[in-house]
Nanobody, 124 residues
Framework: QVQLVESGGGLVQPGGSLRLSCAAS????????IGWFRQAPGKEFEGVSC????????YYVDSVKGRFTISRDNAKNTVYLQMNSLKPEDTAIYYC?????????????????WGQGTQVTVSS
């Protein structure tokens, strides 16, 4: 069964850190670009970060640049999103997804396998 499973979300204070994981099963993650998206209450669905299959290209939305880092461990068939200096506005459900190809895209419609999401809450 082809699936992605996110983990690592939780409640953290402003300024804190979390590392999200996106583990794949049923297929090799290394063949695809992987994106992280988030959905916050009352806000539009947003692409947060992406890493290409070759790791030569990464993308970050402006609001997380310098605070979030995306990486992949092909041996573990897993992609990570390290989130530092978290802010209340980072509160959202975070989803990982694979593209249909090897390069990143900012369009959700170009991602075909999605995880179930993990909740991140940044609050004091």
């Amino acid at each position: 069964q082809v699936q992605l499973v996110e983990s690592g979300g939780g409640l953290v204070q402003p300024g804190g850190s979390l590392r999200l994981s996106c583990a794949a099963s049923g297929f090799l993650l290394e063949r695809y670009a992987i994106g992280w998206f988030r959905q916050a209450p009352g806000k539009e669905f947003e692409g947060v970060s992406c890493i290409s299959s070759s790791e030569r290209s990464t993308y970050y939305v402006d609001s997380v640049k310098g605070r979030f880092t995306i990486s992949r461990d092909n041996a573990k068939n897993t992609v990570y999103l390290q989130m530092n200096s978290l802010k209340p506005e980072d509160t959202a459900i975070y989803y990982c997804a694979t593209t249909v190809g090897s390069e990143c895209s900012k369009y959700p419609r170009e991602y075909d396998v999605w995880g179930q999401g993990t909740q991140v809450t940044v609050s004091s």
